[in-house]
């Protein structure tokens, strides 16, 4: 009668001094770190294991043998070094977990015209680095058991994308408890036989894997990461395939209007998705239940009015900052004449309340200096005529040293009866002369009365080149010309008398 072929082969019948270990010692050896292998291994890189000369212990089994069962064995190795099966190696099941193997070299090396290998627990090693070419060989494998590692790393690098790429004959693939937060969009491209694919435990937050070729995929198990939802092309190609069920427990779903594409699928697909009762919900404060029935239609409400408040508000708001900046713009003048006003209060100065005393000049003289010959006969008969007597400002004698131009002009202007402006055109290119009748215009706006005298020493000015304010006085304010003989300088002094005693 032929033997049972299915047997637990413990090491130490082929390969000494390994021994067996108790129980406790198995635990004790599958809870060890990295960090601890390798203050008690100084021999451990991926050369030496690769050049190991122990005896190969899948070479030397019997032939006959389907299952090797080799859990928790303490080897004083940390990897798996490169191995092959015999010739005519009827192994099918290799469990070799709980060992310690936190490197995997290889590659596990098969005869390709006898290889029967389907299954291959490796979990519980606390692996963190795979080699390249490691699986290339077990190609007829359909169970790979990898959970309990810590790959989480290793799937960050580029080269793990291929890790798999020879397993084309995989059904059922276990990657749990992994420390994973990231896995290459191409990891399982090859894998097109693969029916169950378990992530579960681990620290997923956002779903990378391409699943477009798995037709046969019938079972996800996601559950226990932070996951807040599924990418669209991935619910698709779950509805497409057949009897899928989807573990999505205890992961971290979004509950709001943006992702109720997803709480709609979870809801109404055919596939059989598994959520516990209790699992919350972020952005709301219940189960996920309660959160799609509640969104279910707050979100259409939301959704009919954001069709149109969402354009209109925005189109609002644009409104009223155009308004603001137009206002800004037309006020630029006024807003700086009284930001220099407040900034003179601070000081200690004090405002002129009333404008028939209390001021300092009768008349603040706004001019080119190339126009300031003629000027200078302007104050002097101002100022030394006796029966006129006035007190005017020029800015080349009465400005006060030590303050900036910008408050020398305002104070000044503020603390003058009248502002007498000499156009030409000198003045309409000088900016700070065109600053000085911006600030003169503010002042009468400010204190509500004719503060500005304009006299024009060029008649022949185009009226094109005039600013919108000196066309608005040209238009709507008489103003004096300049003389051009001694008849007309004798009206003209006394015109500029008339408008500097009496109130405009």
């Not at 191409?186 to 435990?201: D, E, F, K, V």
């Not at 202007?413 to 000088?430: D, E, G, N, P, W």
């Not at 706006?445 to 005298?453: A, L, P």
Request: charge should be neutral.
């Amino acid at each position: 009668m032929k033997s049972n072929l299915r047997k637990v082969v413990p090491f130490t019948t082929y390969l000494e001094p390994y021994k067996m270990c108790t129980f406790g010692e198995t635990d004790l050896k599958s809870k060890r770190r990295a960090e601890f292998e390798n203050s008690n291994n100084t021999n451990t890189d991926d050369v030496d294991c690769k050049k190991l000369v122990a005896i190969d212990v899948l070479s030397v089994l019997p032939s006959s043998l389907e299952t090797l069962v080799a859990i928790g064995m303490i080897t004083g190795q940390t990897c798996i070094p490169p191995s092959r099966t015999s010739g005519n190696s009827r192994l099918k099941d290799i469990d070799i977990s709980r060992d310690g193997y936190y490197r995997w070299i290889g590659p596990i090396k098969v005869n390709a015209s006898t290889n029967q290998i389907e299954k291959l627990n490796i979990s519980h090693n606390q692996c963190s680095f795979i080699e390249d070419g490691f699986f290339d060989q077990l190609r007829q494998l359909k169970i790979l058991d990898v959970s309990n590692n810590l790959l989480g790393p290793f799937f960050q690098q580029e080269r793990s994308k291929n890790v798999f790429k020879f397993l084309i004959r995989l059904e059922v693939l276990n990657m749990s408890d992994n420390k994973i937060s990231y896995l290459p969009n191409g990891l399982l491209r090859r894998t097109s036989s693969l029916r169950s694919l378990t992530i579960s435990n681990n620290l997923i937050e956002t779903w990378t894997l391409d699943i477009s070729g798995l037709d046969d995929l019938s079972y996800v198990d996601v559950s226990y990461n932070k996951l807040a939802t599924l990418p669209l092309a991935v619910r698709e190609k779950l509805d497409k395939n057949q009897n899928v069920t989807l573990d999505f427990l205890h992961n971290k779903i979004l509950c709001t209007c943006e992702n109720m594409d997803f709480l709609d699928w979870i809801f109404t697909s055919k596939v059989l998705v598994r959520l516990a009762y209790n699992d919350k919900c972020t952005g709301y404060n219940g189960n996920i239940t309660q959160a799609y029935q509640y969104l279910r239609n707050e979100c259409k409400k939301d959704n009919s009015v954001r069709e149109w408040l969402y354009p209109v508000q925005t189109m609002c708001i644009l409104f009223i900052l155009s308004v603001l900046a137009l206002i800004m713009y037309k006020k630029r003048w006024a807003i700086i004449y009284h930001w220099y006003l407040f900034r003179l209060r601070r000081k200690g100065y004090t405002p002129i309340e009333g404008y028939n005393d209390g001021y300092q000049y009768d008349a603040f003289l706004s001019f080119a200096d190339e126009d300031r010959p003629f000027v200078d006969q302007v104050v002097t008969k101002l100022e030394e005529n006796m029966d006129l007597q006035f007190q005017v400002c020029v800015h080349y004698r009465d400005f006060i040293p030590g303050r900036s131009i910008s408050n020398n002009i305002v104070s000044s202007i503020h603390t003058s009866k009248k502002t007498v402006v000499f156009i030409s055109r000198a003045y309409l290119k000088s900016s700070w002369c065109k600053y000085e009748l911006q600030m003169a215009i503010s002042e009468e706006s400010h204190m509500n009365r004719r503060v500005i005298i304009m006299i024009v020493l060029e008649e022949d000015i185009p009226h094109r080149s005039l600013p919108l304010e000196v066309m608005h006085y040209y238009r709507t304010t008489s103003y004096i010309t300049k003389p051009s003989n001694e008849q007309e300088m004798t009206l003209f002094w006394e015109a500029l008398r008339v408008v500097l005693t009496n109130e405009l």
